[in-house]
């Protein structure tokens, strides 16, 4: 069933202090960060305010849909290899025990769970007290979503945290849901893109064939493959979010063998919608000429994904608004992460070796409920008069070279939509091509 978090109806008044109704797991962090795209929101680093002389005047934010079941298609691929390792004639492993009794009783839908919509709530919260003075019942977020279920759900879930957070005194609604089967700049589409199946095929020959090998040996009869094992770690964060407590899954691996599960998931989006794909980045063009249009009070100018019924309308894509919030998917905020120049590596990753000292890093990017947020700044300082802003994703200020920011992370909305050029060219002629 649909997940709504129970705080929706919830009318009781409530502090300006975020209470927290997402549960904690009693897990260390670093396994809960190894879990990738599967891995709970946790601030990277604690939110610094702007610096001095600069004010907050408008908040973009682009957040993902809060934990859910496993999708359809990889779904049925754990179910199986369950399958494969209970067929085991015996189990010669203590950590292998449960097994025997252990039933898949995940629904294979994609639904948000209840930590999912907790999840969304407690954002909801966080955003009003940090961004209260933004707001108010006449100046109220404007939300949209793109059409996913999960996706429309954890936009309400937030609206909803975020009314709870201002007493009910600034309740936002969902505005716009963005269907999926037409142009839609929170969802990614590009049919000619490859997959990162290649790449991902090769770091799974590379590091699970000593996990196979135990695993067999411990449970003969199980036969266990590569992919298997990919699909029995991700139980380790599917359970655990599903049933709020830890999966027995995770004591199955070690430490070290989840810090290569999280490589997976870097290596996967990296080249199913990152810079290693052609027709990754393009894919979130659409978003950055709707940012780069709030940013300036101008009309949207894109040529990609974004739907110019909509976005020619000033009711469903209002230009004077001091706080956006939009809700999407993992793999569309690779996307514009992408496209605008975040996370850039000096190489493309090596599929067969992890760089220690990379920043893609996907449980720091796209956790469940990972959020990119842009605070466009009015500063009147030393070295800084008129507008300027600052990105930060799950908390942690991004460096942005690109335009000439310092170690603040600051640069002047000038510079930045200077900077954006592949996406002002509309992909450089890549959208063509994803249609083709």
């Known amino acids: 069933m649909p997940n709504i978090s ?40 604690k939110y610094v305010p702007p610096p001095a002389g600069c004010d907050i005047v408008q908040v973009d934010v682009l957040e993902r849909h809060g934990a ?42 994609g639904y948000l769970v209840p930590f999912g919509a907790a999840q969304s709530f407690d954002a909801g919260q966080e955003h009003y007290v940090r961004y209260a003075s933004l707001v108010s019942e006449e100046m109220l977020p404007f939300v949209r979503a793109s059409g996913d279920e999960r996706v429309v759900e954890s936009a309400l879930n937030w609206t909803a945290g975020f009314a709870y957070a201002s007493k009910e005194t600034v309740v936002p609604i969902l505005n716009v849901i963005l269907s999926e089967s037409g142009n839609d700049t929170l969802n990614n589409y590009c049919p000619a893109a490859n997959s990162s199946k290649a790449e991902t095929g090769e770091w799974t020959d590379t590091f699970t064939p000593p996990i196979v090998d135990w695993i067999n040996a ?10 298997d094992i990919v699909n029995l770690m991700a139980l380790c964060a599917f359970d655990t979010v599903t049933y709020e407590t830890p999966s027995q899954w995770c004591d199955v ?19 199913g919608n990152g810079y290693g794909n052609e027709l990754g ?78 920043t893609w890093i ?3 990017m796209v956790p469940f409920s990972g959020r990119m947020i842009t605070e466009k700044l009015s500063c009147n300082t030393v070295g800084m008069q008129g507008d300027y802003l600052r990105i930060l994703v799950n908390d942690a200020v991004q460096p942005l070279p690109f335009c000439g920011a310092g170690l603040d992370g600051v640069c002047s909305v000038e510079n930045f939509v200077e900077s954006q050029s592949f996406a002002r060219n509309n992909g450089d002629g890549l959208w063509p091509v994803c249609l083709a």
């Open 253 to 271: 691996f070690s430490a070290e063998e989840f810090t290569s599960y999280e490589y997976y998931g870097d290596i996967k989006d990296f080249y």
């Open 218 to 227: 411990a449970a003969p009869g199980a036969n266990l493959t590569g992919s």
């Open 362 to 364: 996907v449980s720091l």
């Open 68 to 109: 859910r079941y496993p999708t359809s298609g990889s779904g049925k691929s754990i179910e199986e290899s369950v399958e494969s390792i209970k067929n085991a004639t015996e189990f010669n492993s203590p950590n292998l025990q449960f097994v025997k009794e252990y039933n898949y009783t995940l629904e294979n839908n």
């Open 281 to 358: 980045p393009v894919q979130g063009v659409g978003y950055i000429n709707e940012l780069l249009a709030r940013l300036t009070d101008t009309p949207v100018q894109d040529e990609t994904q974004t739907n110019h019924t909509l976005d020619d309308n000033p009711a469903t894509f209002p230009l004077n608004r001091t706080f956006y919030a939009d809700f999407t998917h993992d793999d569309q905020m690779i996307s514009i992460f992408s496209a605008m120049g975040l996370f850039k590596q000096p190489s493309d990753l090596d599929p067969t070796q992890p760089d220690p000292l990379r």
């Open 6 to 45: 129970p705080f929706l109806t919830l009318l009781a008044a409530s502090t300006s202090t975020i209470n927290k109704t997402a549960p904690t797991f009693d897990l260390p962090q670093s396994l809960q960060q190894s879990w990738a795209t599967y891995s709970p929101y946790f601030p990277v680093v």
